[in-house]
């Protein structure tokens, strides 16, 4: 999908895929396998033979020895092939005719009458071959004809051609071909196959890949031709679809790559496919045309890589297109491990919207190397309609018409351990993202301008990186630049002692969002009260000193962290001093037990195994300065959760919520939080801002019981029950809003089944207002059947003065069946039970046809006031593995198992 908003959809859809989608080797079982695997099974890899060693003479003992030489090694054995030969029908014998050739160098028979052909020893890799055919011509080099009441042995060198017609079958594993006329040179690698069809598995898909030929010839091991080709996947007598080219070459290309787990360089091989004369056929008729394409059947589109129609009352009647640029522009020497798609969209409340993605994997330009990829995005509209972001937010003016952004990400490694990353974004307005690009405003990463060099050296690591922000309705921080070092679990004394280190110095520009300039976004907005606009340096350096020692079972490690940090403005502009210190005392203990006589069939167990640990951290923490001095540098919120912050605070929607007040400090400022949850505690974590004077001692148990599940003497361990739990406690009750116990935690999962599981989860604070989140529920999951999710989510809590509370009960419903072989059933429900509001829901029904899938949806979303419905039409043409899943329901391809 294009247009990547969360909204329903209305209207009819068409959603056309390439024909082989994105994957390894689809070809090999195209003109690959009929050529080099079905008539090169009788090439047999080259040996060249060697000189035999010399033999060895004694040397005289007065003698020294002479000069060693190097011998050639001898000679190795040739590898030989077995042939047997027997009627095809009726046992007897064979009906042939042997003769020599006009020059002697060869035996010729003519067998007739039937025949089948077994072939071993031909290649590991390419098995035993089974021939049936009516007739065939064989020639043999040498004056020796095959035996054909018995085994013939060949070795490689030994010239080979075949002759067949009428009726062939050629079996080998899973392939079947079957053709009217073969011929075969073994010793010049080239062939040539008539009225030929195959069908073969594919491993990149799940199912069988079925090609039809009118002619196919091997030009050399690489290179290869067809003409009048179809695929499909169908194993009906008359498919329902297929992709039809009036000519294809196929031709391999030699290179290499690099092993993004290794970092080694690696041979690989490039696959183009070029075709000429090509149209997509459904139900016997031509749908679409296009005269000529190239490309890598690794990534094989065909100019359209997709299309969809849609209609919901937020962007209109739509149709949203993707093409290859490549194809389209005619460009056909792509650079390797790149793809460039060109987007088109008609939105009609909203305008036309254009587009471009580049994507690559590798290097293409010159001052790249192997071993990088990133992608470059970029979409715009002129648009003359209104955002919906929901509830009192339905009808916004945009603050631009012409909208659209920019995206660049680009990661590069270099050798001896460098990595150089490049990100940059340009973004309209505020509103854009999550007006066209909800998903990525919700879960994806920041969109930041910036470019960081980092090299990695064992447990060492340094990075320098400069930033700048040029979406000013984004609150960032512009690094001009920042430099840090980390050096973690250094062993000191003979790993008496273990020492951790971060130092990062900063020059930083706090930029605050600009507030918006359209109603009501312009009201609800309100700066936070760690966000100032002010600049300057930034230097700290944290260190960490752990001394483990055992004590009988239980782990101890009494540990010192100190901090000291210099900030050339605080939150007010004038310099600042910070030293911050932390003393503590880590303990783990784990203990386990074991009962193998118990079982229940009720509870399905078989023996059952307690295992658990118990874990403990006492600390101390003073900081010379309070969090609230200091503007956060070192962002804790993404731009999605800021923006949310920003509207909350405003009076409004109640505000503010937060201040800068530690004695009359909100319990729901995320600066707190998190000092109460530890995070100052770590040598590298993500904030320097946030370290405050705290007292806590927390506690956590990890408990899991174990049992073993399977028919007997195929018995596996599983997890039968697993319950975590902890909770901390402050000494100083003002440091936890007046109680010394806070941040519970529990989560629970029994399997009661392999297939049902029960679970729940939830987080307490015990003060005044504090949060009471629980999520309980029960999962079951049979993967060729469906699933189903019940669950209910409880949300309590609020202001300290404000009422109502920020609270909710919510209903969630997930279910996904498979009602029969050719339907399956979706349903989706969110319902908040104390606001009696229907928050969304879903309803959907799929057809699985042998050529298609159809589905039919209705979709409400009440915060947007939107009902849409759906239809879309999707072939099931080589649906690649892992992507058989239809309403998360394995569903196997097409013909996987023989007309369905």
């Given at each position: 999908?294009?247009?990547?908003?969360?909204?329903p959809?209305?209207?009819?859809?068409?959603f056309?895929?390439?024909?082989?989608?994105?994957?390894?080797?689809?070809?090999?079982?195209?003109?690959?396998?009929?050529?080099?695997?079905?008539?090169?099974?009788?090439?047999?890899?080259?040996?060249?033979?060697?000189?035999?060693?010399?033999?060895?003479?004694?040397?005289?003992?007065?003698?020294?020895?002479?000069?060693?030489?190097?011998?050639?090694?001898?000679?190795?054995?040739?590898?030989?092939?077995?042939?047997?030969?027997?009627?095809?029908?009726?046992?007897?014998?064979?009906?042939?005719?042997?003769?020599?050739?006009?020059?002697g160098?060869?035996?010729?028979?003519v067998?007739t009458?039937?025949?089948?052909?077994?072939?071993?020893?031909?290649?590991?890799?390419?098995?035993?071959?089974?021939?049936?055919?009516?007739?065939?011509?064989?020639?043999?080099?040498?004056?020796k004809?095959?035996?054909?009441?018995?085994?013939?042995?060949?070795?490689?060198?030994?010239?080979?051609?075949?002759?067949?017609?009428?009726?062939?079958?050629?079996?080998?594993?899973?392939?079947?071909?079957?053709?009217?006329?073969?011929?075969?040179?073994?010793?010049?690698?080239?062939?040539?196959?008539?009225?030929?069809?195959?069908?073969?598995?594919?491993?990149?898909?799940?199912?069988?890949?079925?090609?039809?030929?009118?002619?196919m010839r091997?030009?050399?091991?690489?290179?290869?031709?067809?003409?009048?080709?179809?695929?499909?996947?169908?194993?009906?007598?008359?498919?329902?679809?297929?992709?039809?080219?009036?000519?294809?070459?196929?031709?391999?290309?030699?290179?290499?790559?690099?092993?993004?787990?290794?970092?080694?360089?690696?041979?690989?091989?490039?696959?183009?496919?070029?075709?000429?004369?090509?149209?997509?056929?459904?139900e016997?008729?031509?749908?679409?045309?296009?005269?000529?394409?190239?490309?890598?059947?690794?990534?094989?589109?065909?100019?359209?890589?997709?299309?969809?129609?849609?209609?919901?009352?937020?962007?209109?009647?739509?149709?949203?297109?993707?093409?290859?640029?490549y194809?389209?522009?005619?460009?056909?020497?792509?650079?390797?491990?790149?793809?460039?798609?060109?987007?088109?969209?008609?939105?009609?409340?909203?305008?036309?919207?254009?587009?471009?993605?580049?994507?690559?994997d590798?290097?293409?330009?010159?001052?790249?190397?192997?071993?990088?990829?990133?992608?470059?995005?970029?979409?715009?509209?002129?648009?003359?309609?209104?955002?919906?972001?929901?509830?009192?937010?339905?009808?916004?003016?945009?603050?631009?018409?012409?909208?659209?952004?920019?995206?660049?990400?680009?990661?590069?490694?270099?050798?001896?351990?460098?990595?150089?990353?490049?990100?940059?974004?340009i973004?309209?307005?505020?509103?854009?993202?999550?007006?066209?690009?909800?998903?990525?405003?919700?879960?994806?990463?920041?969109?930041?301008?910036?470019?960081?060099l980092?090299?990695?050296?064992?447990?060492?690591?340094?990075?320098?990186?400069?930033?700048?922000?040029?979406?000013?309705?984004?609150?960032?921080?512009?690094w001009?630049?920042?430099?840090?070092?980390?050096?973690?679990?250094?062993?000191?004394?003979?790993?008496?002692?273990?020492?951790?280190?971060?130092?990062?110095?900063?020059?930083?520009?706090?930029?605050?969002?600009?507030?918006?300039?359209?109603?009501?976004?312009?009201?609800?907005?309100?700066?936070?009260?760690?966000?100032?606009?002010?600049?300057?340096?930034?230097?700290?350096?944290?260190?960490?000193?752990?001394?483990?020692?055992?004590?009988?079972?239980?782990?101890?490690?009494?540990?010192?962290?100190?901090?000291?940090?210099?900030?050339?403005?605080?939150i007010?502009?004038?310099?600042i001093?910070?030293?911050?210190?932390?003393?503590?005392?880590?303990?783990?203990?784990?203990?386990?037990?074991?009962?193998?006589?118990?079982?229940?069939?009720?509870?399905?167990?078989?023996?059952?195994?307690?295992?658990?640990?118990?874990?403990?951290?006492?600390?101390?923490t003073?900081?010379?300065?309070?969090?609230?001095q200091?503007?956060?540098?070192?962002?804790?919120?993404?731009?999605?959760?800021?923006n949310?912050?920003?509207?909350?605070?405003?009076?409004?929607?109640?505000?503010?919520?937060?201040?800068?007040?530690?004695?009359?400090i909100?319990?729901?400022?995320?600066?707190y939080?998190?000092?109460?949850?530890?995070?100052?505690?770590?040598?590298?974590s993500?904030?320097?801002?946030?370290?405050?004077?705290?007292?806590?001692?927390?506690f956590?148990?990890?408990?899991?019981?174990?049992?073993?599940?399977g028919?007997?003497?195929?018995?596996?361990?599983?997890?039968?029950?697993?319950?975590?739990?902890?909770?901390?406690?402050?000494?100083?009750?003002?440091?936890?809003?007046?109680?010394?116990?806070?941040?519970?935690?529990?989560?629970?999962?029994?399997?009661?089944?392999?297939r049902?599981?029960?679970?729940?989860?939830?987080?307490?604070?015990?003060f005044?207002?504090?949060?009471?989140?629980?999520?309980?529920?029960?999962?079951?999951?049979?993967?060729?059947?469906?699933?189903?999710?019940?669950?209910?989510?409880?949300?309590?809590?609020?202001?300290?003065?404000?009422?109502?509370?920020l609270?909710?009960?919510?209903?969630?419903a997930?279910?996904?069946?498979?009602?029969?072989?050719?339907?399956?059933?979706a349903?989706?429900?969110s319902?908040?039970?104390?606001?009696?509001?229907?928050?969304?829901?879903?309803?959907?029904?799929?057809?699985?046809?042998?050529?298609?899938?159809?589905?039919?949806?209705?979709?409400?979303?009440m915060?947007?006031?939107?009902?849409?419905?759906?239809?879309?039409?999707?072939?099931?043409?080589?649906?690649r593995?892992?992507?058989?899943?239809?309403?998360?329901?394995?569903?196997?391809?097409?013909?996987?198992?023989?007309?369905?």
């Amino acid at each position: 999908m294009l247009v990547r908003a969360a909204r329903p959809l209305r209207g009819f859809g068409v959603f056309m895929r390439a024909p082989f989608g994105r994957h390894r080797r689809s070809l090999q079982f195209g003109c690959w396998i009929l050529f080099l695997f079905a008539l090169g099974q009788f090439a047999p890899p080259a040996v060249y033979p060697q000189a035999p060693l010399p033999s060895v003479q004694p040397l005289p003992e007065i003698q020294p020895l002479p000069e060693v030489q190097p011998l050639p090694l001898p000679a190795a054995t040739p590898t030989m092939r077995k042939v047997r030969v027997w009627p095809r029908g009726e046992p007897g014998s064979v009906n042939a005719q042997w003769f020599p050739s006009a020059d002697g160098r060869e035996s010729i028979a003519v067998i007739t009458g039937g025949i089948n052909i077994l072939i071993e020893g031909i290649d590991p890799e390419v098995g035993t071959v089974d021939i049936s055919t009516d007739r065939v011509v064989v020639w043999v080099g040498g004056d020796k004809p095959l035996d054909l009441s018995g085994i013939s042995t060949l070795d490689e060198t030994t010239p080979l051609e075949l002759y067949m017609e009428g009726n062939i079958e050629f079996r080998q594993g899973e392939r079947i071909l079957q053709a009217s006329r073969m011929y075969y040179d073994v010793g010049k690698n080239q062939g040539e196959i008539l009225d030929a069809e195959l069908l073969a598995p594919v491993p990149e898909y799940e199912g069988k890949i079925r090609i039809q030929a009118e002619r196919m010839r091997q030009l050399s091991r690489s290179r290869f031709e067809a003409r009048g080709a179809k695929f499909t996947t169908s194993r009906l007598g008359e498919p329902g679809y297929w992709l039809q080219s009036d000519e294809l070459i196929f031709e391999e290309v030699p290179t290499t790559t690099v092993d993004p787990l290794t970092g080694q360089r690696v041979a690989e091989t490039t696959r183009m496919l070029e075709g000429r004369g090509n149209a997509v056929y459904i139900e016997g008729l031509p749908v679409f045309y296009w005269p000529s394409w190239k490309t890598d059947i690794e990534d094989p589109t065909l100019y359209l890589n997709n299309a969809r129609i849609s209609d919901d009352n937020i962007f209109g009647f739509q149709v949203q297109t993707n093409w290859n640029a490549y194809e389209l522009l005619g460009i056909a020497d792509q650079p390797l491990g790149t793809q460039w798609d060109l987007n088109a969209d008609l939105l009609t409340y909203r305008g036309f919207g254009y587009g471009s993605a580049f994507q690559y994997d590798r290097g293409f330009l010159p001052w790249m190397t192997d071993d990088t990829w990133g992608d470059l995005e970029a979409w715009f509209i002129k648009d003359h309609g209104l955002d919906n972001l929901g509830l009192d937010r339905r009808a916004l003016v945009p603050e631009a018409t012409f909208r659209g952004r920019i995206r660049l990400d680009h990661q590069q490694r270099f050798g001896d351990g460098y990595k150089i990353v490049g990100q940059g974004g340009i973004i309209s307005d505020n509103n854009f993202l999550q007006e066209y690009f909800l998903e990525e405003w919700n879960d994806y990463p920041d969109q930041v301008t910036r470019l960081r060099l980092s090299k990695r050296t064992e447990n060492r690591m340094w990075e320098v990186q400069g930033n700048y922000r040029p979406n000013n309705f984004f609150t960032q921080v512009e690094w001009l630049p920042r430099g840090d070092h980390y050096w973690l679990g250094q062993s000191l004394l003979g790993d008496r002692f273990t020492w951790y280190e971060h130092t990062n110095l900063a020059y930083g520009k706090y930029r605050i969002a600009a507030a918006p300039t359209v109603q009501p976004n312009a009201s609800q907005w309100s700066v936070l009260p760690w966000q100032v606009t002010n600049s300057g340096g930034r230097y700290a350096t944290r260190q960490e000193i752990d001394l483990p020692i055992p004590v009988g079972p239980v782990k101890v490690v009494p540990y010192a962290m100190g901090e000291l940090a210099h900030w050339d403005a605080d939150i007010a502009g004038n310099p600042i001093d910070r030293a911050y210190g932390q003393v503590g005392l880590r303990t783990s203990l784990s203990a386990w037990s074991i009962n193998p006589m118990v079982r229940s069939d009720l509870l399905n167990l078989n023996g059952l195994a307690h295992k658990v640990t118990f874990d403990t951290e006492l600390s101390y923490t003073d900081s010379s300065q309070n969090v609230t001095q200091f503007p956060l540098y070192d962002a804790i919120n993404d731009d999605s959760m800021e923006n949310f912050l920003n509207r909350l605070q405003s009076a409004p929607l109640g505000g503010p919520y937060l201040t800068n007040n530690f004695a009359n400090i909100s319990p729901f400022d995320p600066r707190y939080y998190l000092v109460r949850s530890g995070l100052s505690s770590w040598v590298t974590s993500p904030s320097t801002e946030v370290v405050e004077s705290l007292t806590a001692v927390r506690f956590d148990v990890r408990q899991r019981w174990q049992t073993k599940r399977g028919i007997p003497g195929n018995r596996r361990i599983v997890d039968w029950l697993t319950f975590d739990t902890g909770l901390t406690f402050f000494p100083e009750e003002q440091q936890n809003f007046g109680q010394y116990v806070g941040l519970v935690n529990y989560d629970v999962r029994w399997h009661v089944g392999d297939r049902f599981t029960l679970l729940s989860d939830g987080t307490f604070d015990v003060f005044s207002e504090g949060q009471k989140l629980i999520n309980l529920g029960g999962y079951l999951n049979r993967p060729d059947i469906g699933s189903a999710y019940l669950g209910v989510r409880s949300f309590e809590g609020g202001r300290n003065t404000a009422t109502p509370d920020l609270g909710s009960q919510v209903a969630l419903a997930n279910i996904k069946y498979r009602m029969s072989p050719k339907y399956i059933g979706a349903y989706e429900a969110s319902i908040d039970l104390a606001g009696t509001a229907n928050v969304g829901q879903r309803l959907a029904f799929t057809r699985i046809g042998e050529s298609f899938l159809v589905r039919a949806g209705l979709r409400y979303d009440m915060s947007k006031n939107n009902l849409g419905v759906a239809l879309t039409v999707e072939p099931r043409l080589f649906r690649r593995v892992g992507k058989n899943r239809i309403e998360g329901i394995e569903v196997p391809p097409a013909g996987a198992y023989g007309i369905e």
